[in-house]
């Protein structure tokens, strides 16, 4: 019952075109941001005006990392479509007449948003490695210098399918799609960023931020701390995601429960 829920959900989302249009935007967002951040970040004369300096496998993590920004707030839509398109469509009606047992329901877009995600992580996973790759071999430099690399791909697909969740919790807790992914892009590259720039200047601030979502997030795909900030080690930042996403999909899922959807 609960693998056919599972399809159900897959179905709901692969025979629309939504799917392939975000795929396609992801794959495009993947190789315009790697192959500049790839020519940018292998510029010798970059590295001596901005002062960075990186070790081959941080540069290859960066490089490969550096077009997920976009795969984020595809996911977002992703996890606030989920739930909220139901509610906007009044499908969720006909969603739980099919399915009466709530909980499994919920569940069942849990465990099929972890896989929608991670498929656009392995989409934007293609295009980042397949342009940076060659712009880092063609610049002389190793393309997959260490196990980190790997390491770092297969959190991409992690944290995209992470992000999904959390912002199913979102969509149900803002009923109005609109809204809801206009507050989740706000809160994500807005207000999360002013509050980081704002914290930096305070000790006790900077220990916190470690604990911000987007913070965490790069704790996880390329570790480099702002000066004077420590970050939490790569699998604790997983953690500190896996948190807010446990927490947002399980308060969804205990609303809608309870909730008169009629």
Do not use: C
């Not at 948003?113 to 342009?131: D, E, K, P, R, T």
């Not at 987007?214 to 930042?237: E, I, K, N």
């Amino acid at each position: 019952m609960f693998a056919n829920a599972v399809k159900a959900e897959l179905r709901k989302f692969f025979t629309t075109r939504l799917w392939w249009g975000m795929g396609l935007g992801v794959l495009v967002a993947a190789l315009a941001f790697t192959a500049l951040s790839a020519l940018f970040l292998t510029d010798p004369e970059f590295a001596k005006r901005s002062g960075i300096e990186q070790d081959a496998a941080s540069l290859a993590q960066n490089v490969y990392s550096s077009g997920i920004q976009i795969a984020y707030v595809l996911t977002l839509a992703i996890g606030v479509m989920s739930i909220g398109s139901e509610y906007r469509h009044k499908t969720i009606t006909g969603t739980f007449l099919a399915n009466p047992r709530r909980p499994q329901v919920m569940l069942a877009k849990v465990v099929s948003l972890l896989g929608i995600g991670a498929f656009y992580g392995l989409v934007s996973l293609i295009g980042s490695v397949s342009v940076g790759a060659t712009i880092l071999a063609m610049r002389g430099y190793a393309a997959f210098p260490d196990a980190s690399v790997f390491r770092t791909m297969g959190l991409m697909l992690l944290v995209l399918g992470l992000w999904a969740l959390i912002w199913l919790g979102a969509g149900i807790l803002i009923p109005n799609q609109v809204a809801a992914l206009m507050i989740g892009v706000g809160s994500a590259f807005v207000v999360e960023p002013i509050l980081q720039l704002i914290l930096l200047n305070y000790e006790w601030g900077r220990s916190m931020l470690r604990f911000f979502p987007g913070v965490a997030t790069s704790t996880v795909l390329s570790p480099s701390a702002p000066p004077g900030m420590s970050l939490l080690p790569w699998w604790g930042g997983a953690l500190v995601l896996v948190g807010y996403a446990a927490l947002m999909s399980g308060v969804g899922t205990l609303l809608t429960t309870r909730r008169d959807i009629s």
